[in-house]
């Protein structure tokens, strides 16, 4: 049970830093100006509504924690 209360351990210290990230990236200078606002993420502003839906933020995301998870099995 050790490596797999490790493996928890790491996986879950890195959700809370790419949380961090993502959630405090506008003020940091290289992430802020990229994260959420990329070519394909929808935003739609209609008077006093809006709406977010970052879907190229999310597959960028996506890929590459992919490759970081794929780089640990190794």
Known sequence: MAPAGKTLIVLGLA????????WGGTSIPIIG???GR????IYIR???FSFYFPI???????IVLSLVLALMRR
Request: no cysteine.
């Open 33 to 35: 100006p990229i994260i």
């Open 15 to 22: 959700i809370a830093v790419i949380g961090v990230l993502l």
């Open 56 to 62: 190229t933020t999310a597959i960028v995301v996506s």
């Open 38 to 41: 990329l070519p394909g993420d």
């Open 46 to 48: 209609r008077g006093n």
